[in-house]
Nanobody, 121 residues
């Protein structure tokens, strides 16, 4: 398994969660990493992304100001800190990567299994 997401769970509205995605990729630091989510009955959507060395980030409008993406290349791990969570953030969250650096909104080709985030009102 190349990407392993964890950290999901049940949280009340206004609460916080931190997702982690551990990558077993030898060249992890060369690639952009993205977070996506899919709610029941909806299409998968982009949430956030971070460039290969962490110098650039990009967020969807729906999470901007509440979520923060970061990475630790020494640990081959990318994180998604989620604050001020809302019921509409409920979804399965996925991490992904593509073999490019600095193209945060380009297509992501490699996906991990998801982790469920449920926000209760």
């Amino acid at each position: 398994v190349q990407l392993q997401a964890s950290g999901g769970g049940l949280v009340q509205a206004g609460g916080s969660l931190r997702l982690s995605c551990a990558a077993s990729i030898r060249t992890f630091s060369y690639y952009d990493m993205g977070w996506f989510r899919q709610a029941p009955g909806k299409e998968r959507e982009f949430v956030a992304a971070i460039s290969c060395f962490g110098s650039s980030t990009n967020y969807s409008e729906s999470v901007k100001g509440r979520f923060a993406v970061s990475r630790d290349n020494a640990k081959n791990t990318v994180y998604l800190q989620m604050n001020s969570l809302k019921p509409e953030d409920t979804a399965v969250y996925y991490c992904a990567y593509h073999m490019r650096c600095g193209f945060l909104r380009d297509r992501y080709n490699y996906w991990g299994q998801g982790t469920q985030v449920t926000v209760s009102s």
